[in-house]
């Protein structure tokens, strides 16, 4: 199976997505019309989260195996530490391994029930992301890639240490990182290049969610991490009440710094879909990436 490096290289910028195990049946349906819809623009790979825990995580493995085995998409597992002792991940590895997929996305993984809760490992498990990536390329001949947080992990210290430690994980064998969602393009530029500058030749993709709505900008703010700035609190600010005014300019704002993003050469832009495909469609169709939706 290919890897997500080979599908980066050359120089047309690509673009990748990301999609949630789904949760019941209907679930499943949405699942796979976005995959259908996004199966024909070519993404360089699809990943798929890992559920907090038991029948989420079949239903990561389960969607993850399906993509595998009927599409012509190439698959990139998310795999964390919780809850997981060395022997359970060993056997997700080796389950993904013997269906053939080679490309995983190395996670340490948040505490259940409180993402900024105290972290403790499982007795036999692994406490950093690191280590899981030690584990995975001990394990097989796989393409790994790890997060990357452009304002700093919530639980790091500082920037300084964040990129300790996400230097630390690169050079245990990483090949690339997705970032977390940002707001706009120069902290995770300013990240991008201070892994550069530190020798490290992985790949940096950022990530991409448009802001649609009201109630998907708060979620867009918590899981970055960071204030909205307040240009685009200004931008958004007249369309409150106006819900298509809001979602074709938080259109236009995805679609302003992907052209940024692009113009200071990211290999490719990873969208966060929410197992919805129009938004990516039409930034994609907009950015000339595709044509359009
Ligand atoms: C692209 C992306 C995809 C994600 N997918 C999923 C998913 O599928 N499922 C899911 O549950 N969560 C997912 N997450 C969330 C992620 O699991 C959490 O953000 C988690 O808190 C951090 O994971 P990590 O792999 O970055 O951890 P780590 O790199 O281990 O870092 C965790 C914290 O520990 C610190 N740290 C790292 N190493 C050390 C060390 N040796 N000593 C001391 N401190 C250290 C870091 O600075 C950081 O503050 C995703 C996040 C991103 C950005």
């Not at 499943?28 to 989420?56: C, H, M, Q």
């Not at 995770?188 to 900008?217: H, K, N, Q």
Request: with cysteine.
């Amino acid at each position: 199976m290919t890897s997500v490096v080979e599908r980066l290289q050359g120089d047309t910028p690509k673009f990748s997505v990301e999609f949630l195990p789904p949760r019941d049946a209907e679930d499943e349906k949405i699942l796979w019309k976005a995959v259908r819809e996004l199966e024909g623009l070519d993404p360089a790979f699809v990943s798929i989260t890992y559920g907090a825990g038991g029948s989420r995580r079949d239903r990561t493995i389960r969607a993850t195996g399906r993509i595998a085995q009927e599409t012509t998409l190439l698959p990139v597992a998310h795999l964390t530490a919780v809850d997981h002792s060395v022997a359970e991940l060993r056997n997700v590895i080796g389950w993904y391994a013997a269906i053939g997929v080679r490309n995983v996305l190395a996670l340490r993984g948040d505490p259940p029930g409180d993402p900024m809760g105290e972290w403790v490992a499982h007795p036999e498990g692994l406490n950093y992301a690191d280590e899981l990536v030690r584990l995975v390329r001990e394990l097989g001949d796989f393409c790994v890639g790890v997060a990357a947080f452009p304002y700093g992990h919530p639980r790091s210290a500082d920037l300084d240490t964040d990129l300790k430690f996400l230097l630390r994980k690169l050079n245990a064998g990483a090949d690339y990182a997705v970032a977390q969602l940002f707001h706009e393009p120069e902290p995770f530029l300013r990240l991008r290049d201070r892994v550069a500058a530190a020798g490290c030749s992985a790949a940096m993709l950022p990530g991409i969610m448009p802001m649609l709505s009201a109630r998907g900008l708060a979620k867009i703010v918590e899981l970055s991490g960071a204030d909205l700035p307040v240009e685009i609190s200004r931008r958004l600010e007249p369309y409150a009440d106006d819900p298509a005014g809001f979602r074709a300019t938080g259109i236009d704002i995805a679609t302003e710094m992907c052209q940024r993003l692009l113009d200071e050469g990211v290999p490719a832009l990873h969208f966060y879909t929410m197992n919805r495909s129009k938004a990516t469609r039409e930034v994609l169709g907009r950015l000339g990436l595709v044509a359009r939706a």
